[in-house]
C-alpha cells in the first residue's frame, strides 16, 4: 500500500510499533515510562548539583546562575518537550501510518531544526541577558556571575538543541531507553567535570560559575554525537542521511504546527518562574533564593511528567495515525491519571519533609525557612499539576495543543497576577505567592481537562478522527 503523502510503499509494521498498537495500555505506558526514571534521576542531578557546586562560590554567585536558570531551563525544555515533542508526535504518526520515507525524512529535518532554533537562542540571550538579568534584579557581583554562566551555557545552545531533538526522534519510535541513557551518562559526566571547572584542579584553571555552563555544553555536546552515528547506522527503526533528502517546508511545518504552540506552552512555564523570582525579589534577597531554591522541585516535576509524557506522545500519536482513534482517547486519560499520581507522590512528600530539600542548598536559617513554607503549600498540589502536564502531552500526540497553551497561559494569569497581588496590594507577602501557585495549578488541571474533552467532542463529531 501506497502513503498518500509520499507515495512510498509502506513496510511491515515493526514490533515496536505493533507494541504501541496493541499491547494492554496501562502496562505498555509504565514499559515506556520507566526508562524515563532515569531521565527523571539525570535531571534531578542537573537541577541539584549546579546549585550545591556554585553555592559553594558564596550566595552571590547562587543568586547570579538563579536569574539565568530559568532562561537554560526554558530552552532545555522547548528543546526536550516543546519543539522536541512536536519531533517525536510526527515521527510516530509517520511510523503508526507505515510511511518509512517520510520517518526518515523527518529525522534528517530535525538535525536542520536544531541548527535554526540554536543559532535564535544564542543571538537572542547573548544580545539581550545582560538587560534581562539586570531587569531580575542582578547587580553587582550576582550580575556578573549571571553573565559568566549564561555566555557559556547559551554559547554552547546547540548542544542543547541537537541532544534533545534526537532525543525525541529515538522516542518517536517507541525506544525510550536509549535516550534516557543517553541524558543519563550526559548529565553524569556534566556533574563529574561541573566541580573540576568551576573550582580548578592541578592544570585546569578555576572557571567559577562559567565552569558550570561549560560542563553542561561539553557533556550534551558528546551525546548529541553519539546520537548522529546511532541514526545514521542500522540499529534504528529511522535513518537519518542527507544525501538525497530534499529540504521540504512542508516537513518543517509538520513540526512547526505543533511545536509553536508547545515552544508557546515551554515559554509560559517558566516566564512563570521568572516573574514569580522578579516578584519575590522585591521581598529581599533571602525570599527570592528560598523562592528559587524551592521552585527548582518544579523543574523536577516537569521532566518527571516528560518521562512519562513521552511514553504519551509516542502511543497516542501512533494509534492515531494507525486511526485507532478510540484507544487513543483512552491512552491520553489513562496518561493524565498516571502523570497525576508521580508527580502528586513527590509533592506529598517534600510537603512533609520540606526540609529535606532545602537542605540540599543551603544552612542559612531564613532561607530555608521561606522554602519549607513553599514546599508546604505549593507541594500538596503538584498531583494536579502533574494531571495537567499528562493531558498537555495527549494532546501533543494528537497534534493538538492550542486549547492546552491556553490552559497554561491562564495558569500563567492566575500565578503571576495572584502573586502579584498578593505581595503589592495585600501584603500577604511569600504565602500570598506560594497560595496563587497553587491555585493556578488547580486551574490548569481543569482547563486541561476541559482541553483534552473538546478533541475527543470534535473526534467523534468527525466520526472518529480529531
Not at 554559547?155 to 531507553?177: E, Q
Not at 550534551?220 to 537519518?240: E, I, K, M, N, P
Not at 527570592?288 to 521552585?295: K, L, P, T
Not at 491556553?406 to 495558569?411: F, K, L, T
Request: aromatic share 10%; glycine share 14%; hydrophobic share 55%.
Amino acid at each position: 500500500m501506497a502513503s498518500p503523502l509520499t507515495g512510498a510503499p509502506a513496510r511491515p509494521v515493526a514490533s515496536r510499533t505493533k507494541m504501541l498498537l496493541e499491547a494492554p495500555i496501562l502496562p505498555t505506558l509504565l514499559r515506556l515510562a520507566a526508562p524515563n526514571v532515569l531521565n527523571l534521576l539525570a535531571f534531578v542531578g542537573l537541577i541539584t548539583f549546579d546549585g550545591v557546586f556554585v553555592g559553594r562560590l558564596g550566595p552571590d554567585a547562587l543568586a547570579g546562575i538563579s536569574l539565568v536558570f530559568p532562561w537554560v531551563m526554558l530552552m532545555q525544555h522547548g528543546a526536550a518537550s516543546g519543539m522536541g515533542g512536536a519531533v517525536s508526535s510526527a515521527v510516530a504518526r509517520a511510523l503508526g501510518a507505515g510511511d518509512q520515507r517520510r520517518a526518515n525524512a523527518l529525522v534528517t529535518h530535525a538535525v536542520w531544526l536544531a541548527l535554526m532554533l540554536s543559532a535564535f537562542f544564542s543571538c537572542l540571550m547573548l544580545l539581550a541577558g545582560p538587560q534581562i538579568y539586570q531587569w531580575m534584579g542582578g547587580h553587582g557581583a550576582i550580575l556578573e556571575a549571571a553573565l559568566a554562566y549564561s555566555q557559556v551555557a547559551f554559547g554552547g545552545a546547540l548542544s542543547i538543541w541537537m541532544l534533545n531533538l534526537l532525543c525525541n526522534v529515538v522516542r518517536g519510535t517507541g525506544n525510550m531507553t536509549l535516550p534516557a541513557t543517553v541524558i543519563v551518562v550526559c548529565v553524569l559526566g556534566h556533574i563529574v567535570i561541573s566541580p573540576v571547572l568551576i573550582f580548578g584542579l592541578g592544570p585546569v584553571p578555576a572557571l567559577g560559575p562559567a565552569g558550570a555552563g561549560w560542563g553542561l555544553v561539553t557533556s550534551f555536546g558528546a551525546g548529541s554525537l553519539f546520537l548522529l552515528v546511532h541514526l545514521r547506522g542500522t540499529g534504528s527503526l529511522v535513518t537519518l542521511s542527507f544525501h538525497g533528502v530534499r529540504f521540504q517546508w512542508a516537513l518543517l511545518g509538520e513540526f512547526f504546527r505543533v511545536g509553536v504552540p508547545g515552544m508557546l506552552n515551554v515559554a509560559i512555564t517558566n516566564i512563570t518562574v521568572i516573574a514569580l523570582t522578579g516578584v519575590a525579589g522585591h521581598l529581599g534577597r533571602d525570599a527570592a533564593i528560598a523562592y528559587a531554591m524551592g521552585a527548582r522541585l518544579e523543574y523536577i516535576i516537569i521532566p518527571l511528567g516528560f518521562g512519562i509524557g513521552t511514553g504519551i506522545v509516542a502511543l497516542v500519536g501512533t494509534n492515531w495515525g494507525a486511526k485507532q482513534y478510540a484507544r487513543a482517547r483512552l491512552i491520553a486519560w489513562s496518561g493524565g491519571a498516571v502523570a497525576a499520581a508521580f508527580c502528586g507522590a513527590v509533592g506529598l512528600f517534600f510537603a512533609l519533609f520540606p526540609r529535606l530539600w532545602m537542605s540540599i542548598f543551603t544552612a542559612d536559617e531564613e532561607i530555608i525557612r521561606i522554602g519549607v513554607s513553599y514546599l508546604q503549600i505549593v507541594g500538596p498540589a503538584y498531583g494536579l499539576y502533574g494531571f495537567g502536564i499528562g493531558l498537555y502531552f495527549a494532546c501533543q500526540g494528537y497534534g493538538k495543543l492550542v486549547l492546552a497553551v491556553v490552559a497554561n497561559a491562564i495558569r500563567l494569569l492566575v500565578v503571576a497576577g495572584g502573586g502579584s497581588i498578593a505581595v503589592f496590594w495585600l501584603e500577604a507577602g511569600t504565602v500570598g505567592i506560594f497560595a496563587a501557585i497553587a491555585l493556578g495549578f488547580a486551574a490548569y488541571a481543569g482547563l486541561a481537562s476541559i482541553a483534552l474533552s473538546r478533541i475527543g467532542v470534535a473526534s467523534r463529531t468527525n466520526g472518529g478522527k480529531p
